[in-house]
């Protein structure tokens, strides 16, 4: 079975280091991570990913939901077929409701929060391939 592709697009490297140590054990994943957000869709584009998540850093030039909501714009547009999830703070309310409301434009096709389980995560993953 080919593994799926996924890209990380996350500030936070400490994460997305822990998120593809853990997928060592799982092999319907191949975990590419990317920091760099103004590189984000290139590396979209280049790696072509089954899924993308994208997390709305607390702090930095990409803290907005909105402005991280339209690197997910642009990658839909680059790649239609790939399946994107927004990682954001359960406490953020401007992020909270952004999420809900890109999932309800169709904008993402789902949305976490920091504090989930890597075991939903995976899960989460195995129910948009």
């Known amino acids: 079975m080919d593994k799926k592709k996924v890209l990380l697009i996350m500030s936070r490297e400490i994460v997305s280091d822990s998120i593809i140590a853990q997928s060592k054990a799982?092999?319907?994943f191949d975990f590419q991570a990317e920091s760099d957000y103004t590189s984000a869709v290139d590396s979209a584009?280049?790696?072509r990913p089954r899924i993308v998540i994208l997390e709305v850093p607390e702090s930095g030039s990409y803290k907005s939901a909105e402005k991280?909501?339209?690197?997910?714009?642009?990658?839909?547009?680059?790649l239609p077929q790939t399946?994107?999830?927004?990682?954001c703070s359960e406490t953020d309310v401007a992020s909270r409701r952004a999420a809900i409301q890109a999932k309800q434009n169709k904008r993402i096709d789902d949305f976490l929060f920091y504090d989930t389980s890597v075991k939903y995560l995976f899960s989460k993953l195995e129910s948009l391939i």
């Open 68 to 78: 991280c909501l339209l690197i997910s714009d642009e990658i839909r547009m680059n």
């Open 45 to 47: 584009i280049k790696y």
């Open 26 to 28: 799982n092999d319907r």
């Open 83 to 87: 399946r994107q999830l927004l990682l």
